[in-house]
């Protein structure tokens, strides 16, 4: 079974292992993409993604731009954006925006759906999945009478671990 995220194909539930990443299937995509739209794969967008794919976490645009300006790169922070705003109209990424304003990005996983649990003291964000959460999220709609299409489940807290929260504020992670 396939499915099929802005025009692109991808088989559900496979995602074969590139040797270096395991995102195969994110490259493929980026590829179709570029050549759906007529851009051209750049090195610049190359080292961007391989930075973005190897930090595998919710990144906002100043920490990826750090990690390339560390790794050795002369690439602006404008070109990052570009560049995370174009994987995210190619349906590769998925922009969230927390509690603190600021928008991360993260790899969307063709046919794979998560939650998050942020806590608000320190940002520390969990990803989850819950079936008993997705069925009675289904089961709300069909109530009201809404077919669900998507949704996004975001639920704000504090951790229990006070220290733990309190060395991850100092540390900024």
Not at 98 to 122: N, Y
Not at 136 to 161: M, N, P
Request: charged letters at 30%; proline letters at 1%; aromatic letters at 8%.
């Amino acid at each position: 079974m396939s499915c099929n995220i802005r025009g692109l194909s991808f088989q559900r539930g496979v995602m074969p292992k590139n040797e270096t990443f395991g995102f195969a299937w994110f490259w493929e995509g980026l590829d179709q993409y570029l050549e759906k739209t007529g851009l051209k794969q750049t090195q610049q967008r190359k080292v961007i993604v391989q930075a973005f794919l190897e930090i595998n976490s919710h990144v906002d645009a100043d920490e990826l731009h750090r990690r390339v300006v560390a790794e050795g790169h002369e690439i602006g922070l404008a070109t990052i954006y570009r560049t995370l705003n174009l994987l995210t109209e190619a349906g590769l990424i998925e922009q969230k925006s927390f509690q603190d304003g600021r928008s991360v990005f993260e790899v969307a996983h063709p046919g794979s759906h998560h939650d998050h649990l942020i806590c608000t003291e320190c940002g520390r964000v969990i990803e989850f999945e819950d079936e008993e959460i997705e069925s009675l999220q289904e089961t709300i709609a069909k109530k009201y009478g809404i077919e669900l299409k998507s949704h996004r489940l975001d639920l704000y807290g504090r951790c229990l671990d006070r220290s733990s929260c309190d060395s991850r504020k100092i540390s900024g992670r």
